[in-house]
């Protein structure tokens, strides 16, 4: 019987050490982050294709109070820790931690991702101009992965909505 790793949801100073470590070891950390509020097949190809890139992927997840800022008040359906543990529960997902603020940029500058990844819905010249700025200042590669059409989270719950009225 083969023994399962429990889920790395780290703090962000453990995500820190975490990458130190990985440096220490030569592998290339790849780097994502998003609601992921409730997981679909759309962010299950994404999430793989991008673990495909690297070594190791490690997902930053928006705070419950930053969902709520971004997407409305009645958002987020899972809460900051599940939605994390989740992430962290799927085998091509290293580790995950929580962010608390809008945007990762100094998230990024602290970690200093080989490798950044944002769905299809992006481009570079979308992607928030803060944390551009930190992903060239370290030098990550940053990459679109295709974005997976018919599975959105938004999409998920008006159909809920719609079925239950």
């Given at each position: 019987m083969?023994s399962?790793?429990a889920p790395q949801?780290?703090?962000?100073?453990?995500a820190?050490a975490?990458?130190?470590?990985a440096l220490a070891?030569g592998?290339?950390?790849?780097?994502?982050?998003?609601?992921?509020?409730?997981?679909?097949?759309?962010?299950?190809?994404y999430?793989?294709?991008?673990?495909a890139?690297?070594d190791l992927?490690?997902v930053?997840?928006?705070?419950?109070a930053?969902?709520?800022?971004?997407?409305?008040?009645?958002r987020p359906?899972?809460?900051?820790?599940?939605r994390?543990?989740?992430?962290?529960?799927?085998?091509?997902?290293?580790?995950?931690?929580?962010f608390?603020?809008?945007?990762?940029?100094?998230e990024?500058?602290?970690l200093r991702?080989?490798?950044y990844?944002k769905?299809?819905?992006y481009?570079?010249e979308?992607?928030d101009a803060?944390e551009?700025?930190?992903?060239l200042?370290?030098?990550?590669?940053?990459?679109i992965?295709?974005?997976?059409?018919?599975?959105?989270?938004?999409?998920?719950?008006?159909?809920?909505?719609?079925?239950?009225?």
């Amino acid at each position: 019987m083969s023994s399962v790793p429990a889920p790395q949801v780290l703090d962000l100073a453990a995500a820190l050490a975490w990458r130190e470590a990985a440096l220490a070891q030569g592998r290339r950390v790849v780097l994502t982050n998003g609601v992921f509020d409730l997981l679909h097949r759309g962010h299950i190809e994404y999430l793989h294709r991008s673990a495909a890139l690297g070594d190791l992927l490690l997902v930053a997840v928006n705070s419950d109070a930053s969902v709520r800022a971004l997407k409305g008040p009645s958002r987020p359906l899972n809460t900051e820790a599940d939605r994390a543990y989740a992430l962290a529960s799927l085998r091509c997902v290293a580790a995950s931690f929580v962010f608390a603020g809008p945007r990762l940029a100094a998230e990024i500058r602290a970690l200093r991702p080989d490798i950044y990844t944002k769905a299809g819905d992006y481009t570079v010249e979308t992607l928030d101009a803060s944390e551009r700025e930190a992903l060239l200042a370290v030098g990550a590669d940053i990459r679109i992965m295709p974005f997976v059409a018919g599975h959105s989270t938004t999409a998920l719950i008006a159909k809920g909505a719609s079925a239950a009225g």
